[in-house]
């Protein structure tokens, strides 16, 4: 007959469970999460990320700094929320999102990172990857729209690639978001019912959906042939969209030094109203419907 379960029996069955998941975030470099992040505290902690990262848009500015970031991950990873977290605050002219459509039968017939170089930053940009060259390393390569021949290429040459962009000056981040297969599944159902989100569920994504193995083994040969310490893989726990947010942004304000410039303190000018009255023109206004 089995034994009821004593108060201190329970409490250590749940200390040792406790003990054995930090054990194994701190194997797998990361640390438990702790208790769930309130918006209040995540809206309060982007706000101060926000301005900082205003703080960079004006130091690349001013310096003429060339910054390429590209996000990685398997779908619903949250590297969309990620990149609208970043870029929410900053002016589009210097931040500038490329998420590059499938290629065009021209593009397919040129060198495969031909079609990236223009996009890559000038002076006084901060171009964001969403998706980059890498989708020959896993979107193309497991799904089958290249061959392996192609796939072993590109990880023999992209490192070269990367070295060339640094060495022109150029500041590469690179950052896989990484998910649980569980997390991973129930994103995809939360896209399923939600109108605003239909759109992220693509044919492609439940093709991919039933092929975890494959993408977690092309991943793993993409970051030995291509973390290097020119452009180092840094891989990012996304099991909670808000701290990963906040997570990511902290860590890329780090790899870029960057201070405070002076800035002149704004007055609003005075201004006269009234000398003019509007003309009576037919316009046609939008129903005020709130």
């Known amino acids: 007959m089995e ?14 469970a406790k003990h054995h998941d930090a054990e194994a975030a701190d194997a797998a470099g990361t640390t438990p999460i702790a208790e769930t992040l309130s918006n209040k505290d995540y809206l309060h902690r982007l706000k101060k990320l926000h301005a900082e990262l205003v703080t960079l848009q004006q130091w690349v500015v001013k310096k003429g700094l060339k910054v390429c970031i590209l996000f990685e991950g398997r779908d619903g990873a949250g590297k969309g929320g990620t990149i609208k977290a970043i870029t929410e605050r900053v002016s589009p002219r210097v ?3 490329i998420a590059l459509p499938a290629p065009t039968e021209r593009e397919k017939s040129q060198m495969y990172l031909q079609r990236y170089v223009p996009h890559l930053p000038a002076a006084g940009e901060v171009v964001i990857f969403d998706r980059s060259w890498y989708n020959r390393a896993g979107v193309e390569r497991v799904m089958g729209f290249c061959t392996e021949e192609e796939a072993q290429h590109f990880l023999l040459v992209a490192p070269s690639f990367e070295k060339m962009m640094v060495g022109t000056g150029i500041i590469l981040l690179k950052y896989w978001l990484e998910v649980s297969p569980e997390e991973q599944t129930r994103r995809l159902k939360a896209r399923i019912g939600d109108g605003r989100k239909t759109w992220k569920l693509s044919p492609m994504d439940l093709k991919s959906y039933d092929r975890w193995d494959d993408y977690t083994r092309a991943r793993d040969e993409m970051f030995t042939a291509t973390d290097t310490s020119w452009a180092p893989w840094y891989v990012a726990i996304s099991e909670d969209k808000k701290r990963v947010r906040l997570n990511v942004i902290s860590h890329l304000l780090k790899q870029i030094p960057h201070k405070s410039l002076p800035t002149e303190e704004v007055k609003l000018p005075k201004r006269k109203i009234g000398r003019y009255k509007p003309a009576d023109l037919p316009i046609k206004y939008v129903p005020q419907v709130l």
């Open 3 to 16: 034994q009821p379960v004593g108060k201190k029996s329970k409490e250590r069955h749940k200390h040792k």
């Open 95 to 97: 931040f500038r999102i």
